[in-house]
């Protein structure tokens, strides 16, 4: 079982700015702690990451050849991005949407997520535990 682990725009500031609402985890030990639970699920994970919506897109289209589920942090991009949307449903493999704050308790901007209809489900508030449930829950939906 083949995984993409896909970062939105700015979360490579992941643990060097704004700690007390994204915590002190940096991009590297997500995609570690990941890595790790994956290998321990039976899964392999590609990461990539990126601050500009159209290779987000590229890359969703690109890799789904190769993988057989996401598992996106669409960063700011939630809240605006159709491209986004239409790239998952487009690829026909399932997603999970995860954020590591809870938007529903930040502005209301955030409370709006144009994934969150078509995502094989959601997890958000719980920081780096966010990917790791997230992950659960991608894997059993792909049957492991
Ligand atoms: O809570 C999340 O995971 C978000 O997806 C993070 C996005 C935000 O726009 C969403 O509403 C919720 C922001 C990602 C930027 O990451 C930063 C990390 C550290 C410091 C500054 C930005």
């Known amino acids: 079982m083949k995984i993409a682990l896909v970062h939105g725009p700015n979360l490579r500031l992941l643990g060097r700015r704004e700690p007390e609402v994204y915590g002190t985890d940096t991009l590297d030990d997500v995609n570690a702690r990941v890595v790790a639970l994956a290998a321990e699920l039976g899964a392999e994970v590609e990461v990539f990451q990126s601050n500009h919506e159209g290779e987000l897109v590229d890359f969703i289209d690109e890799a789904s050849g190769r993988v057989d589920g996401f598992l ?3 960063g700011a991009f939630t809240h605006t991005s ?3 949307r ?3 449903v487009g690829v026909e493999r ?3 949407e995860v954020h590591l704050s809870n938007t529903h308790g930040r502005e209301a901007f955030r409370r709006h997520s144009y994934l969150s209809g078509v995502a094989a489900g959601v997890v958000f ?3 780096l535990q966010s990917y790791l449930l997230g992950l659960r829950g991608l894997v059993a939906r792909l049957g492991g």
């Open 72 to 74: 996106i942090n669409p």
């Open 125 to 127: 508030g719980f920081g």
């Open 86 to 88: 239409d790239a998952l």
């Open 82 to 84: 159709i491209a986004l």
């Open 94 to 96: 399932p997603f999970v």
